[in-house]
């Protein structure tokens, strides 16, 4: 209408839309569009591609961790050698080193014979231990047992060791590949699954280590971090949101809560590390400690997603339950809490993933610790899934470069596992309006 | 029986209104709310001016009036359903059977008890119909055993005229009936906790004209035992449903009438300008 009035109708060509300007206007904006709708796809697939990129590489860094190489012992226990009242006590390793010297009666040297024995996982001893612990009938025997190859052997059977490269360029001697080469041709090496990943804690050889300890303490962690910042971010977002004044005390928190979202977790680590441990006085590596940082990380998160939530809740359910005559507090737990959930549900387990790959905060309050036993409760000293990556990407050994890859895997199995159940509890219990 | 003046100098014809509604007020019925110089302020806008009325028991008052007027505002004072807006400061006197509403003794969880409310948009919980409906008695402890409980429950659905569409499906959730089912949902909520009074604010604005006329219905079969409160837009409703009608403009309750009157021979030239479709 506006227009019309200041365009008087003689002024307006009547072929406006088939003019030759006009069809030139039309080309330009559908060549816009189309310009929009290419850069949009052209920013997904830029998104897409660099996420293949880092899932592919990791996943493929990750190849060699999956397996293990174990090698084939015929191990005798002499019956005089050991006490079967007390059979975890005795020389196992000698009993390790004599069933695989035995098959090679020809090498003769004490260099060449310790060479060979460093063929065989340190940790092989106490496989044969707790064989002969489970089942003490194997005392006076010969029986055979598939023990762990160390390391070196375990990469060259997986051929990442280049055996053509000058013997000081590797860490394989000549004689170990020779040595290696007669038990395949013996048939005493093979590669299975690689169990000892999930079911041993960390360890100085790769062969042995495994995520069970930071398995736990990451649980522990979630869960000490769930129990403290849950309840309390809901009571203090229902507060905000329901009960409290607008004024400039209540605009103060709120702008605080914002900003402490936005803290980077380091801070927080130096936070529990000056507060926690030094003036409480809690124990150094716990999770309980870990926990409680990541709690103050996750507070935030959780108070603005369970307000968020809240505020989406229509205001008339309220009024209707006001209307009835229930009380603010009935109103609140038994309309508004149960229609907001799915949204408070979802916030909480983003917030827990993301509490779940900080490494920082538990850097500063001493989760890095070498520690060789899986926690047996929110006190021990424990690592976590983040810090134990951090630990194995900083050794030396080859065989933690592959296992550095495989545990960042498992972190973000369980990431995706958090956060699907938070899109399923979103879709599963939405109200429809 | 004292009837509302002294509002504004020009209102000398809703005086004499005013009065006339008092006096049918006496024949027809015990006053069951007055409000006397009710002030209404919304932050720093004034909503309501010196709003005198007396609603009578057993009787359907419409409040009428174009958008903005602040009929439903005063609505919402009768049940202080303005007390959850935390910016809404209110003046004056409202009182039910005698009792100033506003007084520091009035819980007003019971008062809300004794005056139910529908709202505009049907807005049942997201619970099944029998739970919709229990939920009132049950957090005022009126049944004592479940049977107890599910009488209200066919009591409330009957007096609401529902009970014959869902009986069979109590467990169904509310939100799955038709629009005007949900809104009768509401009122079957409503007189579930035994009111005295029932505001209704626009309860057939989101209707089709069958379910308005249903709800229509219902209206006149409950005057028998309640006071009903009613805010509408439209005329015709408020002519048909309504014993007495309150015509509010820009805060101001212009004319209070017997519907009859105000329909036929309004006092106040606005009044006439509105319901001849003038304005509004």
């Known amino acids: 209408m506006i227009e019309t009035e200041r365009l008087p109708s003689a002024e307006i060509d009547s072929n406006w839309a088939t003019s030759a300007a006009a069809q030139e206007r039309l080309r330009q904006r559908r060549r816009a569009d189309t310009r929009l709708w290419l850069l949009g796809l052209g920013a997904v697939a830029v998104a897409m591609g660099l996420l293949l990129i880092l899932l592919g590489s990791i996943v493929s860094a990750s190849r060699t961790a999956w397996t293990q190489t174990s090698i084939r012992l015929d191990v005798t226990i002499p019956a005089d050698a050991i006490d079967p009242e007390n059979a975890a006590r005795a020389r196992y390793g000698t009993f390790v080193d004599d069933a695989l010297l035995g098959l090679f009666p020809d090498i003769e040297t004490p260099e060449e014979q310790r060479l060979m024995r460093s063929m065989i996982s340190n ?3 106490f496989f044969i231990r707790d064989q002969v612990v489970a089942d003490p009938d194997l005392i006076g025997q010969t029986f055979s047992a598939w023990v762990p190859a160390a390391d070196r052997i375990d990469q060259l059977h997986k051929g990442v060791v280049n055996r053509d490269l000058p013997p000081n360029r590797r860490n394989v001697t000549d004689s170990q590949i020779d040595t290696y080469d007669r038990l395949v041709e013996q048939d005493r090496v093979r590669s299975t699954f690689n169990w000892t990943l999930f079911t041993a804690a960390d360890s100085r050889f790769p062969e042995l280590a ?15 971090c769930f129990l403290i910042s849950f309840p309390t971010g809901i009571a203090a977002a229902i507060y905000l949101e329901e009960f409290a004044p607008k004024n400039r005390f209540t605009d103060f928190i709120e702008v605080n809560i914002n900003n402490l979202a936005a803290v980077p977790s380091i801070v927080f680590g130096l936070l529990g590390l000056a507060v926690f441990l030094q003036v409480f006085g809690l124990p150094r590596s716990a999770p309980l400690v870990g926990g409680m940082v990541l709690s103050l990380m996750t507070l935030p998160t959780i108070i603005i997603a369970t307000r968020a939530a809240l505020k989406q809740v229509p205001p008339s359910i309220r009024e209707a339950a006001l209307g009835v005559g229930a009380s603010k507090q009935q109103t609140v737990t038994h309309h508004v809490l149960p229609v907001a959930m799915p949204g408070i549900l979802t916030g909480t387990i983003i917030g827990l993933a993301q509490a779940l790959g900080e490494t920082a905060p538990l850097l500063l309050i001493g989760m890095n610790a070498f520690i060789t036993a899986a926690p047996d409760s929110m006190l021990s000293p424990s690592t976590a899934l983040p810090t134990q990556i951090f630990i194995w990407f900083d050794s030396p050994e080859r065989g933690f470069v592959a296992r550095t890859s495989a545990a960042i895997i498992v972190l973000l199995g369980f990431m995706i596992i958090m956060n699907a159940t938070a899109v399923f509890l979103r879709q599963r219990f939405q109200t429809k309006w | 029986m004292v009837a509302a003046n002294a509002r504004d100098a020009a209102s000398a014809s809703a005086d004499r209104a005013t009065s006339a509604a008092a ?44 958008s903005g007027c602040g009929k439903s505002t005063f609505l919402r004072c009768i049940n202080r359903m303005n007390d959850t807006i935390p910016i809404c400061r209110i003046e004056g006197d409202i009182r039910l059977d005698g009792h100033d509403i506003y007084d520091k003794s009035i819980d007003v969880v019971q008062l809300r008890a004794r005056v139910g409310m529908v709202f505009q948009k049907p807005n049942p919980f997201p619970k099944s119909i029998y739970e919709n409906i229990a939920y009132g008695p049950k957090i005022h402890g009126l049944a004592r055993d479940k049977a107890t409980l599910d009488g209200i429950v066919e009591k409330s659905l009957k007096g609401a005229g529902l009970w014959k569409e869902v ?9 799955g009936l038709s629009g005007g089912q949900q809104q009768r949902l509401c009122i079957a909520r409503a007189i579930a906790v035994s009111p005295e009074v029932i505001l209704m604010d626009e309860p057939c604005s989101a209707l089709d004209p069958i379910a308005t006329a249903v709800v229509e219905e219902l209206i006149e079969e409950l005057r028998a035992k309640y006071t009903i409160v009613i805010v509408t837009h439209n005329m015709q409703q408020a002519a048909r449903v309504s014993q007495k009608t309150a015509f509010f403009h820009l805060g101001k309750l212009i004319e209070f009438s017997p519907t009859s009157e105000i329909f036929t021979s309004p006092q106040h030239q606005m009044t006439q300008d509105y319901i001849t479709g003038r304005f509004g």
């Open chain 1, 123 to 125: 940790g092989a001893q």
């Open chain 2, 23 to 66: 006096a049918a007020a006496a024949a027809a019925g015990q006053t069951k709310v007055t409000a006397r110089k009710v002030n209404l302020w919304y932050g720093e806008k004034q909503a309501l001016y010196d709003v005198d009325i007396d609603i009578t028991s057993n009787e359907v008052t419409a409040f009428i009036g174009p």
């Open chain 1, 210 to 224: 495994g995520l069970k300890g930071a398995l736990w303490g990451s649980f522990y962690l979630l869960l000490v």
């Open chain 2, 167 to 175: 009986a069979d499906r109590l467990d169904e959730p509310g939100l």
